[in-house]
């Protein structure tokens, strides 16, 4: 889960989706679409500010969605497709 607000749970999920394709020999770099679902559109701000920090550079395609997650703890999901050459 990665903490209690929404900006840490987004630098968590990004750190997992990042050990996942590196785990796969690419780097976060090599990510091309993101999507982010919020349980809380008023969260949006702070989730996109963390996006814009670890994706900035980047500029992948992205959407941010309203969503009712998993449990009330979660109030961050994120998942991305990436191109990783062989």
């Known amino acids: 889960m990665g903490g209690v607000d929404p900006a840490a749970q987004a ?29 809380n ?5 702070s989730v996109a500010r963390v996006h814009g ?7 992948p395609a992205n959407t941010l969605v309203q969503a009712r997650l998993v449990g009330e703890e979660y109030l961050v ?4 497709e990436a191109v990783v050459a062989s």
């Open 11 to 39: 630098h968590f999920a990004i750190d997992k989706i990042e050990g996942a394709i590196q785990s796969l020999g690419g780097r976060l770099e090599d990510v091309v679409r993101t999507r982010v679902y919020v349980a």
């Open 41 to 45: 559109l008023d969260d949006w701000p």
């Open 53 to 59: 920090e670890r994706f900035g550079h980047i500029q």
């Open 77 to 80: 999901e994120i998942d991305v």
